[in-house]
């Protein structure tokens, strides 16, 4: 697609869905963020996006690098040169290694924000020797990516413009959350495409669907089961696809029947017939979806609900399929991140030691290692990194390597653009590894309370202080331009230039040849033949044409060939290699409520923006979804503050009561802390009202493949308690 050129685009990564967006600066400084001048791409912005000038402009950017002066957390610093921050981060990181070994490092980052690769980090890491990358994708599409391979070897995305029937497991898109998904579902209904959504509550997709089915929460697993048996005995599949690419179609059959629909309706709480109803639906429609969600991502059943996603989708003849879902393998004009990361430089002995290889082996290098050769076969590359989550380290294995020293110490941390205390459950032990470190580097746009935690902080840039080709993660393969407008503040600078000037002082450089960000972005797109200066003045975007049954030609990337509904892998590994069903943590007298994280919050990214006035003040505080009945029962009225206490600790919030909630269910909201705050709560409020207090991470909390914890359902209690004194007006009356 061309484009005229003056007009500047520039793909916002305020949140990860990276909507293309236009530019304007006015002496040097942004001063607007507008809507795409392709009427196709025009509704994609939110107010988020239009509010990028007041956070990339904010007073409170992290300007120059920063040094610990006083106690960790403590919050006090000196400015010193970014050279001397680079020469002592340098030292200390050797120290660390000499001492401990390479693999006492650990990186946190979710790469869509810093942008400028985070295949850069692997490469620095592999070089050293560390395989301890952990993300907080390990909780969002990253984890579904790494266990969609499993099954049949890539991650499919939905074929939107085509499709009859659209399933959201929850999830739960919005005008102000996820917009373009949001405005995919709405041109897909005004075409008369039918929607199911699975969710406890009404929520917005659920008020205009065709059908709701209000399952309990961390019972989806369960509900897909039940689909299966009403698929399989009423013969709605696609016998032929079935019969010709799939493996251990009578075992699975024989574990569905395992799931009669009284069984199912118990576990869901779902009437059956409307489970039978919702599956023919879907069964039935010609080109039927069922995308993404982070809610099979964060349950104890994960591995097997996000199975249960695909073996579906392959089922009824949606795979790679118009109208279904199609697997994209990577861009041939661009190379990818898996390749950029040098992941065959790590020595095995290495990788074996990464956290997580032995006890929940899915998405790191063991399961990688394991699909190396089909995905080299099908895709051309060995290694498959898609949405960065498939040969990561499990975070929850790492903060207890932090904290304890367990199997052995981890005692290096680099967050970049993360907010690691605030993102993976069990808060109070992040924050115990993280005050057992030699040496925290936080990468920054602002003062978060996991900078706080850092002996350095260095200033990031923001996208549009930078060049960038997105290529959807290594996901989809459209490539979209990024385009910097102004120069980045003072010595802010990317994610990029940290790696190129710590790999120089490692003498690492011969593999970080190049000197700008450019030069890379020239690297990567030398494949089709063009500088990145070509790309940006010849397109905007590049969109391939979904092509459909390419496994006719393939085959699929798994160790059979095909799609594997008895996972072969999983097997070789002594899991289940059928999905299945597990309870979570009951619920007690002490722990009467459902309680779940989650129901993302317009006017911010995860735990970010907290500071913006104008996003905050549409949500000046965190709030507790309550149904009246329960909000009656516990004497709650709306605004009343009450505690909120799991096995792991407790949390404050303001109640918001809501016919739309489910019985027994409490929602908290993810990612609170109190920038206005710092100074006078210890971290500005971090354990004040943070869903990853309240999240555990011990064994009976975790999904066994994975050890991905369980957000959806874990037991709570509320307490009233009277308004705290140490808030501001705006958070008291907000
Ligand atoms: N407890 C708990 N944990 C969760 C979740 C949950 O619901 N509960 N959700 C999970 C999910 S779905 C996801 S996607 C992940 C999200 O995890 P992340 O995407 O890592 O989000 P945050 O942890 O909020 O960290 C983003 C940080 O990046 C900074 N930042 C923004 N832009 C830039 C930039 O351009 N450069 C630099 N250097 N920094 C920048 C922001 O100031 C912010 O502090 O978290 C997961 N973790
Ligand atoms: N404004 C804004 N938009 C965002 C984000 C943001 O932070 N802010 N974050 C982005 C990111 S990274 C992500 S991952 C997405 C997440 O966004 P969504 O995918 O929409 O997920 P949530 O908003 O957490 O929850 C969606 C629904 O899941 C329901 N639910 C809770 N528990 C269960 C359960 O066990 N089963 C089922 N079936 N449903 C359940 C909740 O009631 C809720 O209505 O949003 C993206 N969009
Ligand atoms: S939905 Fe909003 S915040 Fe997310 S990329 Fe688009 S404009 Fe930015
Ligand atoms: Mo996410």
Not at 573 to 580: H, K, N, R, V
């Amino acid at each position: 697609m061309a484009h005229s050129n003056k007009t500047k685009y520039s793909v916002c990564t305020i949140c990860d869905i990276g909507c293309q967006l236009r530019t304007e600066t006015e002496e040097g400084k942004l001063s607007r963020v507008l809507a795409h001048d392709n009427p196709m791409l025009a509704a994609n912005i939110c107010y988020k996006g239009v509010a990028a000038p007041d956070i990339h402009n904010h007073a409170d950017r992290i300007r120059k690098p920063l040094k610990r002066i006083g106690e960790r957390g403590a919050d006090r610093w000196e400015e010193i040169s970014y050279e001397q921050a680079m020469d002592e981060i340098s030292e200390r990181l050797k120290t660390v290694v000499s001492e401990h070994g390479p693999e006492a490092l650990a990186v946190s980052t979710s790469g869509w924000n810093t942008q400028t690769t985070h295949s850069t980090d692997r490469r620095f890491m592999n070089l050293l020797g560390s395989p301890n990358w952990i993300s907080g994708v390990a909780l969002c599409a990253g984890n579904t990516a790494a266990v969609n391979r499993l099954t049949y070897g890539w991650f499919p995305q939905p074929d939107w413009a085509k499709t009859e029937c659209i399933v959201l497991f929850g999830h739960n898109p919005r005008k102000h959350s996820w917009t373009p998904i949001f405005n995919a579902i709405k041109a897909a209904r005004a075409r008369g495409a039918k929607v199911i959504v699975l969710d406890p509550r009404i929520s917005d997709q659920a008020e205009t669907a065709d059908l709701h089915l209000r399952v309990r929460a961390g019972t989806d697993a369960a509900m897909c089961l039940g689909w299966l048996k009403v698929i399989f005995d009423e013969e709605l599949y696609d016998k032929e696809f079935v019969a010709q690419w799939c493996t251990g179609f009578d075992e699975l059959k024989a574990r569905v029947d395992e799931y009669p629909l009284e069984r199912v309706e118990e576990i869901t709480g779902v009437d059956r017939a409307l489970i039978a109803e919702a599956a023919r639906m879907y069964a039935n429609a010609k080109g039927a979806v069922i995308p993404w969600t982070p809610i099979t991502d964060q349950q104890i059943s994960s591995t097997s609900a996000i199975r249960l996603h695909s073996i579906l989708r392959a089922v009824t003849g949606n795979l790679d399929a118009q109208g279904g879902e199609t697997l994209g393998g990577f861009n041939q004009s661009y190379i990818p991140e898996s390749e950029i990361g040098l992941h065959d430089l790590l020595p095995d002995e290495q990788k074996a030691k990464q956290l997580g290889f032995d006890d929940h082996p899915v998405f790191t290098y063991r399961v990688a290692e394991m699909l190396k050769e089909p995905t080299e076969k099908v895709w051309g590359f060995p290694y498959a990194d898609i949405v960065m989550g498939c040969q990561m380290a499990n975070p929850t294995n790492v903060f207890r390597a932090m904290a304890h020293g367990d199997p052995y110490p981890i005692k290096a941390f680099i967050a970049l653009g993360n907010n690691a205390l605030l993102s993976y459950p069990n808060q109070h032990q992040i924050h115990a590894g993280m005050m057992n470190q030699d040496l925290i580097v936080a990468h920054e746009i602002f003062m978060t309370p996991t900078a706080m935690l850092a002996d350095y902080v260095l200033p990031g840039d923001v996208f549009t202080e930078r060049n960038h080709v997105a290529d959807s993660w290594s996901w989809g393969n459209r490539l979209t331009l990024s385009q910097k407008v102004v120069e980045p503040p003072a010595e802010a600078s990317s994610t990029f230039q940290f790696w190129t000037d710590l790999a120089k002082r490692f003498d690492f450089a011969e593999h970080f040849p190049w000197e700008t960000l450019e030069d890379m972005l020239d690297h990567r797109l030398s494949r089709s033949n063009r500088t990145f200066a070509e790309f940006e003045s010849e397109t905007f975007m590049e969109v391939p044409t979904p092509e459909f049954h390419k496994y006719r030609e393939t085959g699929f990337a798994t160790p059979t060939g095909k799609v594997e509904l008895f996972s072969s892998v999983l097997a070789d590994l002594g899991f289940d290699p059928l999905p299945y069903y597990r309870e979570g943590p009951a619920l007690s007298e002490e722990y009467p409520y459902a309680v779940f994280t989650g129901v993302r919050e317009d006017a911010f990214f995860q735990t970010g923006q907290r500071n913006i006035a104008v996003l905050r003040e549409r949500s000046p505080s965190p709030k507790l979804f309550l149904h009246p009945t329960d909000a009656n029962k516990e004497g709650l009225v709306d605004g009343d503050w009450v505690k909120l206490t799991t096995v792991t600790g407790e949390v404050q919030a303001k109640i918001l009561v809501q016919e739309s909630m489910k019985q027994g269910h409490i929602r908290v909201p993810h990612g609170w802390w109190y920038p206005e705050l710092r100074g006078a709560e210890p971290l500005a409020g971090a354990f004040l009202s943070s869903d990853a207090v309240l999240c555990a991470d011990a064994d009976e909390f975790l999904d066994y493949e994975q050890g991905i914890p369980h957000f959806k359902g874990f037991p709570g209690r509320l307490t009233k308690i009277a308004a705290p004194q140490n808030m501001s007006a705006m958070v008291l009356d907000g």
